[in-house]
């Protein structure tokens, strides 16, 4: 889930694009992660053999521009906010069990149902059947005691049992998704061989929680190379279980960033998710999550939706048309501190600028809809309350905003761009329905239109 995974985003001269979104729920709970003594950072120098693997049937399916990868990882039940983390990036949605939520279908996500193990064997196999889903995901870290936690062999049995039967019914199922444990590779090979060409898996799914975007992408390539089918990153978070240093939220969101976009430009990696759309994160580092206490979305979420500038876009519009000029200060302390009244701040000085430069363009490029004296007032109040440090590091040289022969083509062309982006497709909407009702509608409202200002012209003139 991430960006890159998962909306619009506003662009604003001098600032930098950032990001936000949302997150929902499921009624199946997966059972917490082991906490483990290996080190993943050394996945990336071990190799493997595929010789006991299915054959090959495809190398890649899905885009590479990495529309719709993201995938939501969701196990929260049913939340009326899901529809928050639905975006043109977030296509799927699984939630470690056979059921989705109860607004997924209506929302527009694709649900993936899961064998998570024994403990949803009988409801998988009453419940997966013939239409009820496209794809469908086998177990959870069979190679951990504290998940499903099966031996090959067995797994085996299980696959046969229920998954292989389920592509006759027009499913795409997908392997056991074992965790970064070098022995995952090990369990997947020794799992094919018991299997003995009876297990068709259309992808692999894999689980990765380390530190390194490196070694996170040597790990996604390597199950690549060795089945060489499409790749299912099912759960991902930046998590050391080692006990080393696990990283700031810049660090992570840096991290997200990186390995993101890399699985977009990826033809086999056909979806990643997030682990992190959740409030309880068990044992995982709790700046991964992708929501807040109240069930808000995250900074981190922010970053992976890239809508963190159109909402605070949105709300200094809002305060500007509510005729509220102290709450633009409240604003800016709102969005750099824990708490209102602290006197420090939990964000970077960059960040800190960018954010209040966000503010202020937005106020300035306001001020034709709410007039000038709401925009005095309002900046005003956010120079008052900005930090010393920020009002020393943003922008004090003028641009030049004046048309001149120079730039005026330039100008119009943007402008008309902007318009269209905005007005064309409500305009191509009432264009369509009016025209359905009667197809001379839109040009008789016109007409009625002209010669009504001519008729008031004429008598005026009179």
Excluded at 427 to 455: C, E, M, N, R, S
């Amino acid at each position: 889930m991430s960006e890159t995974v998962f909306g619009v985003t506003t662009r604003l001269q001098s600032v930098n694009e950032v990001s936000m979104a949302n997150v929902a729920n499921t009624d199946y709970t997966p059972a917490p992660i082991t906490t483990s003594t290996w080190s993943d950072s050394s996945s990336s120098t071990w190799s493997s053999t595929s010789s006991s693997a299915p054959a090959a049937t495809s190398s890649a399916s899905s885009s590479s521009s990495g529309s719709g990868k993201g995938c939501l990882a969701w196990p929260n039940g049913d939340q009326s906010y899901l529809g928050d983390y639905k975006t043109d990036k977030t296509s799927l949605i699984y939630t470690w069990g056979e059921t989705a939520p109860s607004n997924a279908a209506s929302l527009g996500f694709t649900f993936a149902p899961q064998l998570w193990g024994y403990s949803n064997e009988n409801a998988f196999a009453s419940t997966v059947v013939a239409g009820y889903a496209k794809y469908a995901l086998f177990l959870n870290e069979p190679n951990e005691v504290g998940q499903s936690n099966i031996d090959a062999t067995t797994a085996a049995g299980l696959w046969k049992q229920y998954m292989e039967p389920l592509k006759a019914l027009g499913y795409q199922v997908g392997s056991a998704a074992t965790s970064s444990n070098p022995n995952g590779m090990t369990w997947t090979q020794d799992f094919f061989t018991a299997c003995n060409g009876g297990c068709n898996p259309d992808f692999v799914a894999v689980h990765w929680y380390d530190i390194s975007a490196d070694g996170f992408m040597a790990y996604v390539e390597q199950w690549h190379t060795a089945f060489n089918l499409p790749i299912w990153v099912t759960e991902f978070a930046y998590q050391d279980f080692n006990g080393n240093d696990q990283g700031d939220l810049a660090t992570i969101q840096s991290f997200m960033g990186e390995v993101t976009a890399w699985m977009d430009q990826q033809d086999y990696v056909q979806y990643y998710c997030w682990f992190g759309a959740m409030l309880d994160m068990q044992n995982v580092n709790p700046l991964n999550t992708l929501m807040n206490p109240d069930g808000s979305p995250s900074d981190l979420d922010a970053k992976s939706r890239k809508a963190e500038t159109g909402w605070l876009v949105l709300a200094a519009c809002t305060l500007l048309t509510a005729n509220r000029p102290p709450c633009f200060g409240h604003l800016y302390r709102y969005v750099t501190r824990p708490e209102f009244n602290a006197s420090f701040r939990n964000v970077s000085l960059e960040a800190a600028v960018n954010r209040a430069a966000i503010i202020r363009e937005t106020a300035l490029k306001s001020t034709i809809f709410v007039g000038v004296p709401r925009v005095i007032l309002s900046l005003a109040a956010l120079h008052d309350t900005l930090d010393e440090d920020v009002k020393a590091s943003l922008r004090k040289k003028t641009t030049q905003r004046l048309a001149t022969p120079e730039n005026i083509e330039a100008t119009v062309t943007r402008g008309k761009a902007l318009w269209d982006s905005i007005y064309a497709p409500h305009a191509d909407k009432l264009h369509g329905k009016l025209g359905a009702y009667h197809p001379d509608f839109i040009a008789f409202i016109i007409q009625a239109y002209v010669q009504k200002t001519k008729i008031k012209e004429i008598s005026a003139a009179h």
